[in-house]
């Protein structure tokens, strides 16, 4: 670290704050986060919200702008409930993934806290988002909040147009399948939501326009040969197997109007928005924290925050990074905030002052010497999955007393597999590593199949893993909304991935009028 | 960097999602409503409140793997005793290892508790009710009144200045007074500009020409105070119905403190819905034993009282106060009359009587609402006599007067009742109901 040269005086005295001293502590925090840490980030904008705008927000995804719909309403509601009743507090801070990178702040934060969310957010997070490979393959910060405005207003015209109740059935329709509506791996191309609206509109236009419906009477072939290729040529040619359901009802469902795949391609498309975001919570929050962390110490050896701050931030800081043990009351999963900067703070460590151990493990970063080269590259480049697999250090494991244990669904006991020594590093690190997978932690749904020869039936499969099967009261509202959508029936098929035994069946019919 | 202050923009942004929400889950909302005004206390009927919704109904599916069964990994923190093959008990349900972990991939809220504002708890409450028959209607006082355009007036509100009518009269008096214009001034200006020096005797007239007319100019303002008019508006008063609403409540000894509840969350409903619905509306409360007095409003809700019945004083109160105070002629008139149908059996006829030849008459509407033990409470095989009150009544019904009489034996009635008595409904039918 540079020699510490003391300010004259602290950028605040005390809790209130105005908007010269958020200015101030946006400034002292940038030269540190951008001068000392070599961040990267967007260029920031920092709005101040009140209770009711943040509770709004909450509803929205944590979005400045949404198209109107009542599970919005439901969770304000909800939210609004829990927060009345004090069951729930409101975060300081809600940070989102565009560019420029608007943070919002609360306004019954203390002056500390403002300090601590603009680096937490305004850099941490922004540093983040504009680095991580995931974020930058799949979303687009420039464009979000243009495409989030024409989807409001389009959602609103076809209101408009279609009727209240028809657009809310498809979008109930298209949220249920929300989950399924992502692309997983990346084709060759970059997202550029600002064109979609005008590349969408000539879609349509163009396939409005070469419509013959002459093509409809032409006599068809005598009879369809049995073709062993048939299958496979029809798989092809409808794109199949897909797992991206709301992509293939868009561009396949027979019965959809050229509005309802728009909307379908809005929802998928924020689906999509959001995907990195449930990749990355764990190295979000944990790099977040580490340069808030960061950030404050420095502020305050500067000269730049006083005692009585130092401790508030301190008391602030340590409640977020709290882990609970597992026969706590309080332990509701491994907290995100506490691993993550754990871990980062462990490969700061690692660089600096590394152990035999370590050496062992590390070999391409212990001792390295400049952890922030290191961490940006973390950051840049892993996703939580790999982050873990890659950096799960067994002085972590055992600081957090990991141990891993199987449920094999028939024996009347639980099983210890590994505990935190030596034999156990790889097979926790691994389990953990596969909690944050999201192939494994969303059902793997494909479509695979649809019978065109006979009733149009959508074949759906679901390859059951670990024997667990999807939950099944929700899976037929789902699968009934995929019916409607499909406007034909619908086949889903449990089965087993290791035996490929089908363990369960489910066929819907789809509802008259269901989409208005 | 910029910093946005947010916090000035509009609210209520939330607010068509909440609609949308609300008008989706209507008809469970109506339901928990109804069971919500069941369960509460008196004194918040008029508050709103946190409903709980079952979560079926306003549910957000999604595939999501099952919370029960299969093989699962569970990756906890804190070990402190467990080493390598240990085995242990599978916990029931949460707590322990892998319970709450469990809960998270898996099952979901039971039910979906919000708070409605107080608003909307009432209106979804009263929602489809009005007093029937509300005809009469008349001029009561300066506080209906409509203002309508009058001409115009010379004084009046800065904000009502009529300003083409002013500009019209500042120009015709400006003619008339011969005000010169500022093109003529400067057309003379220019005379003298343009003039040789030698031409002295006409360079004075002219300037003293120019001297009279800017003496003019100043003494003939563009604008007198004399032009400016203002747009005139008269207060012109609007007829409305006028009603007044009739309270009598039964507090005999007769009475149990189960029925005096009934009857008073009945009134609670009656005084909500008025005073939510109709801006002027008087309430009149007349409580009875075998004497009876208006009282106010806290005393008619919350003071004990007892002793015999006799219901005729109620209704001879209620005579005396419309005698008072209400003019049948121009006031609605109603009554609610609550009672557990105990009455003397020498007052009967007099009751009757009055009702048919004083009260009915005057009243539009006139709900009878019988309060009885709760049902539960009677011995299986009990034939229950109609009461004496209820007998009277329903002669007088026969004869096609506007009584509607209800019965509740529990509070979960009071409301079908209420709606009952008060659903909206064709005006013939509101007569006889």
């Not at chain 2, 005793?81 to 039971?110: C, H, K, L, N, T």
Request: proline share 4%.
């Amino acid at each position: 670290m540079s020699a510490t040269l003391k300010a004259e005086r602290p950028l605040f005295e005390g809790a209130d704050w105005e908007f010269s001293t958020v200015q101030r502590c946006h400034d002292a925090i940038q030269e540190i986060a951008v001068g000392e840490m070599g961040l990267c980030v967007y260029p920031n904008q920092i709005e101040v919200i009140g209770t009711e705008q943040m509770l709004d927000a909450y509803s929205s995804i944590g979005m400045p702008l949404f198209y109107k719909h009542w599970s919005f309403g439901k969770h304000f509601a909800r939210d609004e409930a829990m927060y009345r009743a004090g069951m729930q507090g409101l975060a300081y801070e809600i940070v989102i993934n565009s560019n420029p990178c608007i943070s919002y702040i609360m306004e019954e934060n203390s002056a500390t806290m403002q300090a601590l969310v603009i680096a937490h957010a305004a850099f941490g997070h922004n540093h983040f988002f504009k680095n991580n490979y995931l974020f930058k393959q799949w979303t687009d910060a420039d464009g979000i909040l243009d495409y989030l405005e024409f989807a409001r207003d389009y959602v609103l015209k076809c209101e408009e147009r279609y009727g209240e109740s028809a657009v809310e059935g498809l979008l109930d329709a298209a949220h249920a399948l929300m989950s399924h509506g992502v692309h997983r791996y990346p084709r060759a191309r970059a997202t550029n939501l600002r064109m979609e609206e005008k590349r969408e509109r000539e879609r349509r236009l163009h396939d409005e326009q070469v419509f013959n419906d002459l093509w409809r009477t032409l006599p068809g072939k005598a009879a369809v040969r049995q073709d062993p290729t048939a299958l496979e040529r029809r798989r092809a040619l409808l794109q199949l197997p897909a797992e991206n359901i709301l992509y293939f009802l868009e561009k396949s469902a027979p019965r959809l109007a050229p509005w309802q795949r728009e909307l379908l391609r809005i929802v998928r498309q924020i689906a999509q928005y959001f995907y990195p975001q449930s990749q990355t919570k764990l190295m979000n929050e944990g790099c977040a924290t580490f340069v808030h962390y960061k950030i404050m110490t420095r502020l305050h050896e500067k000269g730049l925050l006083n005692d009585g701050a130092m401790v508030e931030f301190l008391r602030s800081h340590t409640n977020v990074v709290f882990q609970p043990e597992y026969d706590d009351r309080r332990y509701s999963g491994i907290n995100p905030y506490a691993l993550g900067f754990a871990m980062m703070q462990d490969i700061e460590r690692i660089c600096i002052e590394p152990t035999a151990e370590d050496m062992q493990y590390f070999p391409d970063i212990a001792g390295k010497g400049d952890a922030m080269a290191v961490l940006r590259d973390v950051w840049a480049n892993y996703r939580d999955e790999s982050f873990i697999l890659q950096f799960l250090s067994p002085r972590i494991i055992r600081h957090f007393g990991l141990f891993h244990v199987l449920d094999d669904g028939d024996s009347p006991s639980l099983k210890v597999r590994s505990i935190h020594d030596e034999r156990g590093y790889r097979d926790i690190k691994r389990t953990l590593a596969r909690q944050y997978d999201v192939g494994w932690t969303t059902p793997d749904i494909q479509v695979v199949d649809v019978d065109l020869a006979g009733d149009r039936k959508l074949i759906v499969h679901h390859r059951v893993l670990n024997k667990i099967l999807l939950e099944e009261a929700d899976a037929k509202l789902v699968l009934q909304h995929l019916a409607d959508l499909w406007g034909y029936d619908v086949l889903m098929k449990e089965i087993d991935a290791t035996s490929d035994a089908v363990l369960k069946e489910h066929t819907v019919s789809p509802r008259a009028g269901a989409l208005g | 960097m910029h910093i946005v202050d947010r916090r000035l923009n509009p609210g209520g942004k939330s607010l068509a999602n909440r609609q949308r929400f609300i008008r989706r889950a209507r008809s469970m909302i109506k339901k928990s409503v109804h069971e919500a005004s069941g369960e509460r206390s008196i004194k918040d009927g008029d508050t709103g409140g946190e409903l709980v919704l079952p979560a079926q109904g306003v549910r957000e599916p999604s595939f999501r793997r099952s919370a029960s069964g299969g093989v699962r990994d569970y990756l906890l923190p804190g070990n402190k005793e467990y080493v390598v093959g240990d085995e242990i008990p599978r916990p029931d349900g949460g707590g322990g290892g892998g319970g709450s972990e469990a809960s998270q991939d898996g099952g979901g809220e039971d039910e979906f508790r919000f708070a409605l504002s107080r608003d909307e708890f009432v209106d979804l409450f009263l929602d489809d009710l009005e007093l029937p028959d509300l005809a009469k209607r008349r001029v009561v006082n300066a506080e209906a009144v409509t203002y309508e355009r009058a001409g115009y007036s010379v004084s009046g509100n800065p904000t009502n200045l009529a300003l083409l009518r002013t500009v019209r009269n500042s120009l015709s008096r400006r003619i008339a007074l011969h005000r010169p214009k500022p093109e003529e001034l400067e057309a003379l200006k220019a005379e003298i500009e343009a003039l040789s020096p030698d031409e002295t005797e006409r360079r004075l007239l002219l300037e003293e020409e120019l001297a009279r007319k800017q003496r003019r100019t100043t003494l003939i303002p563009y604008i007198d105070p004399l032009d400016v008019r203002y747009k005139r508006f008269d207060a012109q008063p609007k007829p409305v119905a006028q009603a007044v609403m009739f309270c009598l409540m039964d507090v005999s000894g007769s009475m149990t403190e189960h029925m005096k509840d009934l009857a008073k969350r009945f009134y609670i409903l009656l005084y909500i819905f008025l005073k939510r619905r109709y801006k002027k509306i008087d309430l009149v409360f007349i409580r009875h034993t075998h004497t009876a007095s208006e009282v106010d409003e806290d005393t008619f809700f919350h003071s004990p009282e007892t002793g015999g019945t006799v219901v005729s004083t109620a209704l001879d109160e209620m005579q005396r106060v419309i005698e008072d105070r209400y003019d049948p002629s121009s006031w609605n008139i109603y009554a609610a009359q609550a009672s557990d149908g105990d009455n003397t059996a020498s007052d009967n006829e007099r009751t009757a009587d009055l009702l048919v030849k004083h009260i009915l008459p005057c009243c539009q509407y006139y709900a009878y609402l019988e309060v009885g033990r709760d049902i539960e409470h009677f011995p299986p095989g009990f034939i229950r006599r109609d009461s004496d009150l209820w007998q009277t009544y329903e002669a007088v019904v026969q004869s096609g007067a506007p009584l509607a009489m209800r019965k509740v034996g529990h509070r979960r009635d009071i409301y079908p009742v209420f709606r009952d008595l008060f659903a909206r409904k064709t005006g013939s039918e509101a007569a006889t109901a």
